[in-house]
Nanobody
Framework: QVQLVESGGGLVQAGGSLRLSCAAS????????MGWFRQAPGKEREFVAA????????YYVDPVKGRFTISRDNAKKTVYLQMNSLKPEDTAVYYC?????????????????????WGQGTQVTVSS
């Protein structure tokens, strides 16, 4: 079991960048695949990006491909989401989650049920 704490959100103008961090506690962080999700007002939480336990495999939802990069540092028990070229439609609360099973092979649209141990989220607001 891991506990997760997200940070790094804030207010940024369109075209700007932010780097989110998700710090984990627990000894088994490196055995988990990790994911970033986001929830905009009035909408359900949606998948953004995922990374395998080793960091060698990453997946992104189409709207963020080429703009966002997920990475992890197992020694620091932290997963990151670098967000560039931000758009107003990226405004949401961003959550990280842990997955005790390997990522599916190939492109897959993950849902809440595929991850767990959610943090409290960090707000990202992009102004136009």
């Amino acid at each position: 079991q891991v506990q997760l704490v997200e940070s790094g959100g804030g207010l940024v103008q369109a075209g700007g960048s932010l780097r989110l961090s998700c710090a984990a506690s627990g000894r088994t962080f490196s055995s988990y695949a990790m994911g970033w999700f986001r929830q905009a007002p009035g909408k359900e939480r949606e998948f953004v990006a995922a990374i395998s336990w080793s960091g060698g495999i990453t997946y992104y939802v189409d709207p963020v491909k080429g703009r966002f990069t997920i990475s992890r540092d197992n020694a620091k028990k932290t997963v990151y989401l670098q967000m560039n070229s931000l758009k107003p439609e990226d405004t949401a609360v961003y959550y990280c989650g842990a997955r005790g099973a390997p990522l599916y092979s190939g492109s897959y649209y993950y849902t809440d049920a595929d991850f767990g141990s959610w943090g409290q989220g960090t707000q990202v607001t992009v102004s136009s």
